[in-house]
């Protein structure tokens, strides 16, 4: 996809459907998994700390602290959806040697490729979207 001047590169995590290259459980007869305690206690820990966000700048320091233990990422693009259909407020939360204001720049400038995001996002059945 092209955003602006930049070409960015989309795919699901490998595996599909949001599976981690990692085994973080053990299999069930009918397929699911248990979660190992260790990632049981990070799941527990950010659930937690995420009804304690209410501000932007707590959504930041919890998205770079406590949920990267969870799902490790350079940088986390937010979208709202707006009133009219496919229009987004689109916020980027990034590590420091990422420029948030020009990617977010980036998506304000071209709103078609944040819908392609969110239609990805939607394909993965709701889980993270690598890119």
Known sequence: MQV?????????????????????????????????????????????????????????????????????????LCALREGRPMTYQVDCFASPWIDSDRVCGLFQQDMDSVAALVRRWVEAEFHPVAC
Request: glycine fraction near 10%.
């Open 4 to 76: 602006g001047d930049s070409q960015v590169n989309m795919h699901t995590r490998p595996g599909g459907h949001g599976t981690s290259t990692r085994d973080s459980g053990r299999a069930l007869t009918s397929g699911a998994r248990l979660l190992e305690s260790q990632v049981l206690e990070s799941l527990l820990l950010n659930v937690d700390a995420s009804l304690r966000v209410y501000t932007r700048a707590h959504l930041f320091g919890w998205t770079q602290g406590l949920l990267q233990n969870l799902i490790r990422h350079e940088l986390l």
